[in-house]
């Protein structure tokens, strides 16, 4: 789906977040916070409300400037860069809050973020992206309905369509699958598999336990703006204070 | 808390002490620095720093409880102003009795039933409908005020304590002076108190903080927002009532501008916090006091000391912190714009062609003059319609960019009679709306609003009347089109009819083109264009060129309609006025501008031919202005309403209303005897749109309004569902999961993802 060019480091690293600190004044937000996707990978991050899920992704993203710390993309120290710049170098993203383009209709979104993309890569063409995508997540028959219309899973979709329209090697995807019906999440997982697997990497923040646990390669834990935990899904599962953490929560169990 | 010093920021820091030391430099007057005259200025500040801080602070209070900003706060101080001097001087009422009743009775009343009939209705609107209804009641105001009491007999309230005062460093501090700073003392008292000790103001800081969350714990938005414009209503009635001495007769459109002056003292406060807002005041009178006691402004910038609460304004802005994207989607979910077909922009084009070619001739005198202006503002404002409508950016300042292209036709006359001319009167307007867009880039919603009102103000004050400018008033011949001289005033018309159909077509094409939903995407969500690699600076900075290009043009063709060109044609009220039609007729479309243009028109042929005194004045203020207020219920501006209402139902009350828009429009343009001419065009175009707002309010408030099955793309779901839950008093609805969806979406919806929802509903 994407040419990934090998950062300096050459490991095949794709995001490398190093000592990331976010404070509003007093408040820490998150703290030292490091870790590193590799290509092709699906890395999860969970955590609970508050914890600092959402703000990381800003400031992977540029939206947050962070206090102190790195953000790398391909090796390439990306931290004083606005977003667009970011997207341009291959980051794409989801909201956790929906943040379509409510007014345009499903096929315009994904045309915008096509057609900007045209303006770093020459070679494709905006319509046939766009075609592509719309089929490719089951869209085609919505395209011409109006964002804000549609259901809460839906846009969703489109924002994940949106996303990918500009080709990033970088998907970050916040609560994607809330508001899916558990068909949806089956669907949207097996295309997230599908997506690892030709090369795209993926973080990813949910409460979807079986969604998450399932997906990922490997899973870090959030709380209070620290990493507690990182493993593999099985470890982290064992782990007592993600036990803790999510203690009288049934998905702790499953 | 300090933000870091960016290099830009710190840049941007040394050009405005730079030009601020040169301008101190320049203009010193030569008076001693002592600490006798450093104590003067003190003197002087503290009673403008009070009166900015009065001001300020009904501003705040009014927009931190309810989410307004309150452009018609001067308008309410200043007819508290006028009422007082009723009640004083034309009653002979005792002076404390008149304060009494004027301060804590009529002004108390006047902010609760603005807050009841208009603002609490509000409270969920976009925010360009606010601040065009708060503008809408401001003009309304002005104009009701000025056919009340004759603006041409003397209105002089006396100062509260005639004579005597305190002398301090030597100079006499007068007991109404005195009295402005010990009143603006007394409301910080008396508003920390309110909202630090009681239950009252409790809520008022719990709904600031959380709307959701108060209402959860029962706080009643209904009571705080009733409040808040009560304070706001008496702060402004405290201000005008002591201000005006100082300013000598009343005049209702001073009163209502000075409110200008103190949005810089709000943004010091950041619009939210009231001892912030009261520093700011402090440091605004100071700068005053300071420009008027150790310098002097001659020759070229003799206006320059009335610009400068505008100049500390954009000062302000440009140093406010703020978000570098703006994360959270827009509250308004309304589809402000329409896009026509091609095939309708050439049926609607050669109509329109076609009846100015036939009517043209037929007109003449104030009737033809008017039309042709008309055609120039509709001009101008189609400039407006790709920032305001969808870009979505609140800039309220047409005029400001106008006004360039007005100077260049004049001044390129000579060498460029033509079409070329207006061109580069076009190009050179969209140069300086780059250069208007480099602060506004840095600001968004609000902040842009204010900062445009700002730059209208110094662009009218201040630069227009330069020398180099439009200092005095000049002849302008008409254009030269293909070697014709456009001589006759039916020519020039087509001439410019066919000019707006160009560009409106342009914009059309703009609105269908890559550019246009990159404009749309950005306005949606900053957050969302900025992560798919759109850059906002670059889009915004291209959105303002295009709108400077057209408004340039407008502008030239305003002055060889007219064959003159002069500052008063291009007032800081008019701009915002004709801002405020064209939201009312659909600030999202390309036939809006033009009705626009032809509603203001109407007005002012109306007032010359027919209405003589104070109504005739004023109407063509208060009219826009009242329509203005009929917006709460046509969220998308007149025009697409009426035309997606005509469809939906044979002979709906919106089309009988459009209907009498045309009849009075006709009656003006044919010149219809007396009151028959009259009739039609003031109960077709004032009424017309309350009428349509009311048929709205019926669709959006009914509960059938939840399946409204026809038309998927008039009115959003989500719009009907926020309507419904802002009765509810609940801020925020949980949009999406609550969202309904029609049959047929369902049935697509269901195929493409293989699910069912039959049982679900």
Excluded at chain 2, 704 to 728: E, F, G, H, K, Y
Aim: charge should be neutral; include cysteine.
């Amino acid at each position: 789906m994407t040419t990934v060019t090998q950062g300096p480091a050459g490991d095949g690293t794709v995001l490398e977040v190093s000592g990331v600190s976010v404070r509003f004044g007093g408040l820490v937000a998150i703290e030292s916070v490091s870790l590193s996707v590799l290509r092709g990978q699906i890395v999860g991050l969970i955590g609970p409300n508050g914890a600092g899920k959402t703000t990381l992704f800003n400031v992977i993203a540029g939206i947050q400037r962070p206090t102190s710390g790195i953000v790398r993309i391909g090796g390439r120290d990306i931290s004083r860069l606005p977003p667009y710049k970011r997207a341009r170098l291959g980051i794409g993203r989801t909201f956790q809050r929906l943040e379509v383009f409510g007014t345009l209709t499903v096929r315009e979104n994904v045309q915008v973020a096509a057609e900007a993309r045209r303006r770093w890569d020459r070679r494709i063409k905006p319509e046939q992206v766009t075609r592509e995508l719309l089929d490719r997540l089951h869209l085609d028959l919505l395209e011409d309905a109006t964002v804000d219309s549609l259901p809460t899973g839906t846009q969703r979709l489109v924002e994940l369509a949106r996303a990918l329209a500009c080709a990033p090697r970088l998907l970050l995807l916040d609560e994607v699958a809330s508001g899916l019906s558990s068909y949806e999440a089956e669907t949207m997982a097996a295309l997230l598999r599908e997506l690892a697997d030709d090369g795209l990497s993926v973080l990813l923040v949910e409460h979807d336990m079986p969604f998450i646990m399932g997906l990922s390669e490997r899973v870090s834990m959030l709380d209070h703006g620290v990493i507690v935990v990182t493993g593999t899904p099985a470890e982290v599962q064992a782990n007592p204070d993600v036990q803790a953490a999510y203690l009288g929560s049934r998905e702790a169990v499953s | 808390m300090m933000r870091a010093l960016t290099p830009r920021r710190a840049a941007g820091a040394v050009v405005a002490v730079a030009a601020v030391l040169w301008v101190v430099i320049h203009s010193w007057a030569g008076t001693p620095v002592t600490g006798n005259s450093i104590g003067q200025l003190v003197i002087f500040a503290l009673p403008i720093a009070g009166i900015y801080a009065v001001q300020a602070t009904g501003l705040v209070v009014v927009y931190s409880s309810t989410g307004i900003f309150n452009l018609a706060q001067g308008s309410i101080g200043m007819v508290g102003a006028f009422v007082y001097w009723t009640l004083l001087v034309q009653w002979h009422l005792p002076e404390l009795l008149a304060l009494f009743l004027s301060v804590c009775v009529f002004a108390p009343l006047f902010g609760l039933l603005l807050d009841v009939l208009i603002m609490r209705r509000l409270a969920q609107a976009a925010l360009i409908a606010k601040l065009v209804a708060t503008l809408g009641l401001s003009l309304a105001l002005l104009g009701f005020a000025n056919a009340i009491w004759n603006p041409n007999s003397p209105h002089a309230i006396p100062n509260l304590v005639a004579t005597g005062g305190v002398t301090v460093f030597g100079v006499v501090l007068t007991w109404q002076r005195l009295i402005t700073i010990g009143a603006a003392l007394g409301l910080a008292l008396a508003l920390r108190w309110l909202l630090y000790r009681t239950r009252t103001g409790m809520s008022m800081r719990a709904i600031v903080d959380n709307a959701d969350l108060a209402t959860l714990y029962g706080i009643r938005h209904a009571r705080t927002s009733g409040l808040a414009w009560i304070l706001g209503s008496v702060c402004a009635t405290v201000a005008s009532i002591l201000i005006a001495p100082e300013l000598g007769n009343l005049s209702a459109q001073t009163l209502s501008l000075l409110i200008i002056d103190s949005f810089a003292a709000a943004a010091v406060g950041r619009l939210r916090n009231l001892p912030l807002t009261y520093l700011g005041a402090l440091l605004l009178g100071l700068v005053v006091s300071f420009s008027s006691t150790f310098l002097q402004f001659g020759g070229n910038w003799a206006q320059l000391p009335t610009a400068i609460p505008s100049i500390a304004l954009l000062v302000v802005l440009l140093f406010l912190p703020e978000p570098t994207v703006h994360l959270g989607r827009a509250l308004r979910t309304y589809r402000m714009e329409s896009v026509p077909s091609w095939r309708t922009v050439g049926i609607a084009s050669a109509i329109v062609l076609v009846a100015t070619a036939v009517a043209g001739p037929l007109l003449s005198g104030t009737v033809m003059l008017q039309l042709m202006v008309a055609v120039a503002t509709g001009v101008i404002l189609l400039g407006m319609v790709p920032l305001l409508g969808w870009a979505g950016l609140p800039f309220l300042a047409p005029y400001g960019l106008a006004g360039f292209g007005a100077w260049l036709a004049w001044k390129l006359q000579p060498d460029l009679p033509g079409l070329v001319g207006i061109l580069v009167a076009g190009l050179v307007t969209a140069a300086v709306g780059a250069i208007a867009s480099i602060p506004a880039l840095r600001l968004r919603g609000l902040y842009l609003a204010l900062g445009s009102i700002a730059f209208a103000n110094i662009a009218v004050n201040l630069i227009f009347p330069l020398p180099a400018l439009l200092e005095a008033d000049h002849a302008v011949a008409p254009p030269d089109i293909l070697g014709l001289t456009l001589r006759s005033p039916a020519s020039f018309l087509v001439f410019a009819v066919i000019v707006y159909l160009l560009l409106a077509s342009g914009v059309v094409w703009l609105r269908k083109s890559r550019f246009g939903r990159r404009l749309v995407a950005t306005r949606d969500s900053e957050a969302a264009a900025a992560c798919v690699g759109i850059n906002l600076v670059e889009t915004r900075a291209i959105v303002f060129v295009i709108a400077g290009f057209i408004a340039g043009i407008g502008g030239a063709l305003l002055v060889e309609a007219q064959q003159f060109v002069s500052v008063d044609q291009l007032p800081l009220i008019g701009g915002l006025s004709i801002i405020l039609s064209l939201v009312v007729f659909g600030v999202g479309t390309t036939s809006g501008p033009l009705v626009a243009g032809l509603m203001t028109a109407a007005f002012a042929v109306i007032s010359a031919n027919w209405l003589h005194g104070n109504w005739g004045e004023t109407l063509t203020v208060v009219g826009p202005a009242l329509a203005a207020l009929g917006l709460i219920n046509l969220p998308r501006g007149a025009v697409p309403e009426i035309v997606a209402d005509a469809r939906d139902h044979p002979l709906p009350l919106a089309a009988r209303a459009a209907g009498l828009v045309i009849g009075g429009l006709v009656g003006i343009l044919f010149q219809l005897p007396g009151w028959v001419g009259i009739a039609l065009a003031v109960v077709g175009a004032v009424l017309g749109g309350v009428l349509a707002g009311l048929l709205a309010e019926r669709r959006s408030h009914s509960l059938d309004a939840l399946a409204w099955p026809d038309r998927p793309d008039a009115i959003p779901p989500s719009a009907t569902v926020q309507a419904a839950s802002a009765d509810a008093g609940i801020d925020r609805p949980d949009l999406g999961l609550s969202r309904d969806i029609d049959d047929l979406t369902r049935a697509q919806l269901e195929a493409a993802l293989g699910i069912s929802t039959a049982g679900v509903r």
